[in-house]
């Protein structure tokens, strides 16, 4: 009889790839991908842009209708893919394919991460791609990437932040099969 070994996740998981994810931040910040829809005309188009960057980073998309994370086009897209809420609940939980994340103090973030603001009103709104964090990471050394506004190298501190959420991508699960 043969025995079976159980595989510890850590070695089922891909590395995400920061640097991938923040050079195609720094392409594509002041420009649109003609490969995806701009939702600039549609209440913003930040979580589409750190979503293709995660993606970038993380080449693995989550088919699972409703609760997974893709793009196949205009109205072939998961919620998470182009809402802020969606994206959260998605890196958050996920334990499927496709990048995942926890939630973190600030001083865990990297590049290449994931922060979600709330700027006036009482729920995140706003997501921007972390591009690099200094020294070791703050308010005044975060900077970032973002679209709905345009931005690069941007600082986190140049905010009007209410409140804020730092996601930390821990690591991309294969496709299955």
């Known amino acids: 009889m043969r025995h079976i070994r159980h595989i510890p996740e850590e ?4 590395e995400y790839n920061r640097h991938k994810a923040v050079e195609y931040a720094h392409r594509w910040a002041y420009m649109r991908n003609p490969l995806y829809m701009d939702f600039s005309g549609m209440g913003g188009d930040c979580t589409n842009f750190v979503s293709q960057c995660v993606y970038a980073g993380a080449p693995v998309m989550n088919g699972t209708p409703t609760y997974g994370w893709y793009y196949y086009g205009p109205e072939n897209r998961a919620p998470a893919w182009s ?3 969606y994206f959260h609940r998605f890196l958050i939980s996920n334990q499927g394919p496709g990048p995942y994340a926890q939630e973190v103090d600030i001083r865990e973030i990297q590049p290449g991460d994931v922060i979600q603001l709330a700027t006036v009103e009482r729920d995140f709104h706003h997501m921007v791609l972390v591009v690099s964090v200094g020294e070791e990471p703050a308010f005044h ?4 990437a973002a679209h709905t506004d345009d931005a690069d190298n941007r600082l986190l501190s140049s905010y009007p932040i ?3 959420r730092f996601l930390h991508i821990v690591g991309v699960r294969p496709q299955k099969g």
């Open 83 to 85: 809402g802020v809420k």
């Open 141 to 144: 050394t975060i900077r970032i």
């Open 162 to 164: 209410r409140m804020i």
């Open 11 to 14: 070695a089922c998981r891909l």
